[in-house]
Nanobody
Framework: QVQLVESGGGLVQAGGSLRLSCAAS????????FAWYRQAPGKQRELVAS????????NYADSVKGRFTISRDNAKNTVYLQMNSLKPEDTAVYYC???????WGQGTQVTVSS
């Protein structure tokens, strides 16, 4: 059974950086596309970034372009989200999603203080 486990969240000051990781179980990781979503309190879950199977096609929400970088390591079955120049409005629970299987991770909290 495929599972996704996020890690790397935490509390950081505005302007700081965090790197989120999404470790996936299963032997077909390299065949799947992935995305990071986030959900702030009282708001709908929104797409942050997505990446295709070999990392050649990447998309970002306008709000994070130039600050966040999504990547993947197929040898490690892991998807990453490098977040730089963090802002208080980036505060949310961040979720990893396997787009093919429509499978979510449990989420990791990111809190950015001003």
């Amino acid at each position: 059974q495929v599972q996704l486990v996020e890690s790397g969240g935490g509390l950081v000051q505005a302007g700081g950086s965090l790197r989120l990781s999404c470790a996936a179980s299963g032997s077909t990781f390299s065949l799947h596309t992935f995305a990071w979503y986030r959900q702030a309190p009282g708001k709908q879950r929104e797409l942050v970034a997505s990446i295709d199977t070999d990392g050649r096609s990447i998309n970002y929400a306008d709000s994070v372009k130039g600050r966040f970088t999504i990547s993947r390591d197929n040898a490690k079955n892991t998807v990453y989200l490098q977040m730089n120049s963090l802002k208080p409005e980036d505060t949310a629970v961040y979720y990893c999603k396997n787009l093919l299987l429509k499978l979510w991770g449990q989420g990791t909290q990111v809190t950015v203080s001003s």
